[in-house]
């Protein structure tokens, strides 16, 4: 057997894992830093940190959306971003019982750019500690003003369809899969149906009983290329 080692031996290599251990846990914190930031840098939605009201990190998203370099924002305080000092009270209002219970607030709001220009966002923000919200809150934005455009547009379609179907002097219906999703009321009229009566019924209900299922795929084969269907008597 092997000679045990000299304690002084010991205390030598228990020495050096003391000495390792600080500088590995180190390396493994600077990696972790810079992920960190990698993430931040990289991200294509706004994230900023406020702690006592002022930004003290935001990522270059953040920074871009509101028109500032990402420098110019730090240690500024939130209200700067807010297109007056009621909106910002009052965001704060709504905000602060969220925060400190450990919820997560989540709204749209409006904001104002560098520029003076102000543009609607989602704000979704947390306090880092719930317990202590003087640690600080993070804020993640998304601009939702072209999909809050998009969706107004869809809207304004949807009113001037409604509008045409309740003035049209023809009949006109609406068909997925073969049965009928919708049609205005001159259509109900021509066919003898109250209104709503149509809806769900399947489209073999227009046709004669003894043809209706190959009247209707004669319609179906027509329609196919694009080209409109063929009358029906």
Do not use: H
Request: charged fraction near 25%; include cysteine.
């Amino acid at each position: 057997m092997s000679e045990p080692a000299p304690r002084r031996s010991l205390d030598e290599a228990e020495a050096s894992l003391r000495v390792e251990e600080p500088a590995s846990y180190a390396g493994r914190t600077r990696y972790t830093q810079l992920e960190y930031e990698a993430l931040l840098a990289n991200l294509s939605i706004g994230i900023a940190f406020t702690r006592e009201r002022r930004f003290f990190l935001c990522n270059p998203k953040f920074a871009e959306m509101f028109g500032y370099g990402q420098d110019e924002l730090i240690g500024r305080p939130g209200e700067i971003l807010y297109p007056n000092a009621d909106s910002y009270i009052a965001l704060g209002q709504l905000a602060a019982p969220l925060l400190s219970s450990g919820r997560q607030l989540d709204l749209e709001w409006e904001m104002r750019k560098k520029d003076g220009s102000s543009f609607l966002c989602r704000l979704i923000a947390k306090a880092i500690d719930a317990e202590n919200t003087q640690q600080g809150t993070v804020w993640i934005v998304e601009d939702t003003t072209e999909r809050r455009r998009q969706a107004d547009e869809v809207a304004r379609l949807v009113r001037e369809q409604e509008a045409i179907l309740g003035t049209a002097s023809i009949g006109i219906v609406f068909v997925r899969n073969r049965r009928i999703v919708r049609c205005n009321r001159r259509y109900e009229e021509m066919y003898g149906y109250a209104p709503g009566e149509m809806d769900g019924q399947p489209t073999t209900i227009l046709y004669r009983a003894s043809a209706g299922s190959e009247q209707a795929s004669t319609v179906y084969e027509a329609l196919a290329p694009g080209g409109p269907g063929p009358r029906t008597e």
